[in-house]
């Protein structure tokens, strides 16, 4: 599975980014994906997760803030995320695994990863 990741970038605090993930293999859906941080000198930790049958499990810090979802006919995993802190600049990766869970150890296929950058 290649997974091409899009929409990353910079934006000041307060603002929003859609962050997207399109998997080469149609069968990926049948996979819980999810999308995965790793700031400067931070362990990557899981933000968000699509299970197989659409339950969803984010993170205690997003508070609401971040949106999981998915495209099953275009094979696009998505991350909407708004009101943008500087604590959320970090590199975001999405990766399909086989547990609803925000650990990255059960992700074993990942994407190139893609830059977000908050400013205060």
């Known amino acids: 599975v290649q997974l091409a990741e899009s929409g990353g970038g910079s934006v000041q605090a307060g603002g929003s980014l859609r962050l997207s993930c399109a998997a080469s293999a149609f069968t990926v859906s049948s996979y819980p994906r999810g999308w995965f941080r790793q700031g400067p000198g931070k362990e990557r930790e899981g933000v968000a997760i699509?299970?197989?049958?659409?339950?969803?499990r984010y993170s205690d810090y997003e508070k609401g803030r971040f949106n999981i979802s998915k495209d099953n006919a275009k094979n696009t995993l998505y991350l909407q995320m708004n009101s943008l802190k500087p604590e959320d600049t970090a590199m975001y990766y999405c990766?399909?695994?086989?547990?609803?869970?925000?650990?990255?150890?059960?992700?074993?296929?990942w994407g190139q990863g893609n830059q977000v950058n908050v400013s205060s």
């Open positions: 990766a399909v695994g086989y547990a609803l869970n925000l650990s990255p150890a059960y992700f074993g296929s």
């Open positions: 699509n299970g197989r049958d659409g339950m969803r």
